[in-house]
């Protein structure tokens, strides 16, 4: 059955059914029509036929009548009439009136049916039909010539009845054996006719379709496809013709955008390379030099050239070879590398060219005579020019590949497309790179004075207390402070107290040997770790440092003489402390007690001195334990702008202790409430007495909460504030909580554990102080951050000092392509307002839009 069917769905089976259907219906309409007229002539010619014998017998009947005859002649005639029709289709039958049975003394007559008494009645001549016999009745009636001897009779009167009875049966099965016979001499004659018909035009087809499968069969690569002529194939019939002439413009218009395998298959394999790891980010250059490996694998391509713009310095190119050339292709190449990007409208004209590095892909020992040489005719960027019209993240301005096969349309596409993925992962990776080395640098680095920040310094602290412990030696720890130097920075400006840091920071480091650690504690503080040093030697480096700084003389912007004196602590490895806060402590206090005597001064403690530090050191601890159980943790808001509308939307809660007499900042004692194991505590109270001033004070904004690593191991601290917020009808999208990226978090999962228990909640999540820490990357791509707070270092000096600015760029262009909110901390005037917000930063925050406050402020005058 399946086979038939399939039989059909061919263009012979197509043909044969076709007209072998219309065959059929032709014969059949033919059939029933010659039927039904054949019929009817059929029945008119019986009718007359009947009609003919029925007068000719009546004729006679009448003519022997006139004459006279007697009954057994009458029986004689209609037996000899009957008998004549024997052989026929014809019955013949007569029927005798009462009058004439009764005149002939027949006393059987057997009644006649209800159409032959009718004519007995008077009625005329009678035909009935039916589909197998046609039956007449003519009646005998009575003339003048009747009535002799039919005296009984009047003129009219019926005295018989002829019934003729013709069969059509017999004629009929003749017609539909003659029909039947007809119809099957004509259906073989019809199969064959259909049959000859069909293969001729299915061989005519199947040879144009030969011809065009032959020809499609030798296109194996997209160049066989391009040569491909099926512009003479002729399908015989114009309407396959037509049809057939679309498939050759669509055939015309693939050719023009055909794309070889191979091509795409390179482009699949080069672009599942294009996923950046830190194996990327870290041999970005060996990355490059794999895809230019692989580019040649499918085109031509001698180099790849990447642009970077260094700041506002200048321009960077590193030129990445295929194989090696010889130094005039490298000179005639950098030439013009040159010459195209002068004739860019990107190219900034008073940034110069700083330096081009060029790269092989696979070198060779082979003399330069026998390296690749490449003629300025042949050296163009043919394939891929991409010049953005801003530089994006990492300064990249454009990137470029060599090729002898860009002519070819199609793969000139496919290039392009690979190229514009290409400059992004370029650009991110080496923009990454920076970064990632900017931040494992700053990470460890005071960006400003060069120096280490403080948190290498405790790290190094601790580290140089084991060392000392192990080998039993003594080491020197130096607190530094400059003296008066707010008074400089009030007086002469932040650039100028900068400028004086900066310098300050110079003598340090040409005042100590080279195995010992100075770092920028933070704002005027210093500190100096002096491994393997007596009391003594301790003391004569703080002499070279003060005498050192009588040299140093700066000019003020209003041409003034500063100079400057610090004041310095010193404390003995493990005389005066075996713990590393403690012995910060105690250099700390010498430093203020060298301040108080005067400034300028060195201080090392004595026993008596030792007592009344830790004395110090308990009544801050007792005075952090009475605040908390008095209560006396107070709010104070700080102030956070939109720096679009103006508008305070943001407030930084930040911890105070109320003495009554002053307000204790919590620089002073939140080590201490840390070290003790009371600051959560602390951090419940202040929060608690924060939400009920913002539902007072009906302040809808959002708040900032700082956050202790130690909250991280506090079970309860989410449910905690989540109930407060509850209880004071504070929706906790409105609560931001922070952690500081220079905080050691020593168990990340317990860290990712506890953002997204507090992302759950609803609560926001922020990065205090980003840049300062090794850590931004990993918060980044393992936590929901929604804000990231900038480290405020970069944004108060990033308009003196252009790594500060790049820092702050790459940070922002970050953040806007995560979609995550920045705020610029240290906005202390308003060339730093105007800078953040060209550079489009979200939020500002520092002493220029307001310093903290008890109240919760709306508005602030900029």
Not at 92 to 121: C, M, P, W
Request: net charge negative.
């Amino acid at each position: 059955m399946k086979n038939i069917f399939r039989l059909f769905k061919t263009l012979r089976g197509f043909v044969v059914a076709a007209i072998m259907a219309v065959t059929l219906f032709v014969f059949l309409g033919v059939t029933l029509a010659a039927s039904i007229l054949y019929e009817n002539i059929f029945t008119r010619q019986a009718q007359q036929t009947s009609e003919s014998i029925a007068d000719h017998t009546f004729s006679l009947m009448f003519e022997i009548m006139s004459q006279g005859w007697t009954r057994e002649e009458l029986e004689h005639f209609i037996s000899t009439t009957k008998a004549a029709y024997e052989n026929s289709p014809f019955e013949f039958e007569i029927y005798r009136s009462d009058k004439v049975s009764a005149l002939y003394g027949v006393i059987n007559q057997r009644d006649a049916d209800t159409h032959v008494q009718q004519l007995f009645t008077g009625s005329d001549a009678k035909v009935i039909e039916n589909a197998s016999h046609t039956r007449r009745l003519f009646p005998l009636k009575a003339e003048q010539t009747c009535l002799s001897c039919h005296t009984n009779a009047s003129i009219g009167d019926a005295l018989g009845v002829i019934e003729i009875i013709e069969d059509k049966r017999l004629i009929s099965d003749e017609i539909r054996r003659g029909h039947l016979l007809l119809f099957i001499i004509c259906g073989i004659l019809t199969l064959i006719v259909s049959l000859i018909i069909a293969n001729k035009v299915a061989k005519r087809i199947n040879l144009s379709m030969d011809h065009l499968r032959t020809r499609l069969e030798s296109v194996n690569t997209v160049t066989d496809f391009k040569h491909l002529d099926i512009s003479d194939v002729d399908f015989y019939f114009e309407e396959f013709n037509n049809t057939f002439s679309h498939i050759r413009i669509l055939t015309e218009r693939l050719k023009d955008v055909a794309v070889d395998k191979d091509i795409l298959e390179f482009e699949i394999r080069l672009l599942s390379k294009f996923i950046i790891t830190s194996e990327v980010v870290k041999d970005w250059r060996d990355f490059i030099k794999d895809l230019l490996i692989d580019i040649n694998s499918i085109i031509t391509a001698h180099t790849l050239v990447t642009i970077f713009q260094i700041e506002e310095e200048g321009y960077e190119l590193e030129v990445f070879w295929h194989h090696d050339v010889c130094k005039k292709t490298q000179s005639d190449f950098e030439a013009v590398v040159s010459k195209q990007l002068a004739s860019s409208h990107h190219y900034q004209k008073d940034c110069p060219i700083l330096k081009i590095v060029h790269h092989i892909a696979r070198p060779s020992s082979a003399k330069d005579s026998d390296k690749l040489t490449l003629g300025i005719h042949e050296i163009e960027l043919q394939t891929k020019s991409l010049l953005l019209e801003t530089p994006k993240i990492g300064g990249v301005v454009g990137i470029g590949v060599q090729s002898e096969m860009a002519r070819d349309p199609i793969r000139h596409i496919v290039i392009d497309s690979i190229l514009t993925t290409l400059l992004n992962l370029v650009g991110s990776v080496k923009a990454i790179y920076k970064y990632t080395k900017d931040l494992e640098y700053y990470a460890t680095r005071d960006p400003l004075t060069d120096l280490h920040n403080q948190r290498m310094f405790h790290e190094l602290l601790g580290y140089e207390v084991g060392r000392s412990q192990r080998h039993h030696q003594e080491f020197s720890l130096l607190m530094l402070d400059l003296d008066n130097f707010k008074h400089v920075n009030d007086r002469y400006g932040h650039s100028f107290g900068d400028q004086f840091l900066h310098s300050f920071a110079r003598v340090l480091a040409l005042a100590v040997r080279p195995g010992d650690f100075v770092s920028r504690y933070g704002g005027d503080e210093f500190t100096i770790i002096l491994p393997e040093t007596s009391e003594e030697q301790a003391h004569s480096v703080a002499q070279r440092i003060a005498s050192s700084l009588e040299t140093l003389v700066l000019t003020a912007p209003d041409g003034s003489k500063v100079r400057g004196t610090t004041s310095i602590g010193i404390a003995i490895y493990p005389r005066h402390a075996a713990d590393p806060r403690d012995l910060f402590v105690v250099a700390d206090n010498m430093m203020y007690k060298a301040k108080r005597e005067g400034k300028n001064q060195i201080a090392i403690p004595n026993e008596d001195e030792m007592a009344e530090v830790f004395k110090a050191v308990g009544e801050k601890n007792l005075m952090v334990l009475n605040a908390l159980e008095e209560k006396r943790i107070v709010p104070y808001f700080q102030p956070i702008l939109d720096v679009e509308s103006k508008q305070v939307k943001i407030h930084e809660l930040l911890m105070r202790i109320d003495l009554g007499d002053r307000i204790v900042s919590a620089v002073e004692f939140i080590d201490i409430a840390e070290s003790i194991g009371v600051v959560h505590k602390m951090d419940y109270l202040l929060i608690e007495k924060a939400f009920e001033q913002m539902n007072e004070q009906a302040y809808d904004g959002m708040l900032f909460i700082n956050l202790s690593p130690k909250s991280l191991i506090i079970g309860e601290f989410i449910s905690r504030v989540r109930q407060l917020a509850l209880e004071f009808s504070i929706h906790p999208s409105r609560i931001v909580f922070e952690l500081t990226e220079r905080e050691t978090v020593s168990n990340m999962a317990l860290l990712e554990k506890f953002v997204q228990d507090l992302k759950l909640e609803g609560f926001n999540f922020a990065i205090d102080d980003f840049g300062s820490g090794f850590s931004s990357f990993h918060y980044i791509k393992h936590f929901p951050i929604d804000v990231i707070k900038i480290e405020g270092d970069f944004v108060r000096n990033m308009l003196t000092d252009t790594t500060d600015l790049a820092f702050v760029k790459s940070i922002v262009t970050l953040a806007q392509g995560l979609n995550i909110k920045t705020v610029a901390e240290f906005v202390e005037d308003e060339q730093i307002m105007e800078a953040i917000r060209a550079m489009g930063i979200d939020y500002g925050q520092g002493y220029y839009i307001g310093k903290p406050s008890p109240k919760l402020v709306k508005e602030v005058e900029i």
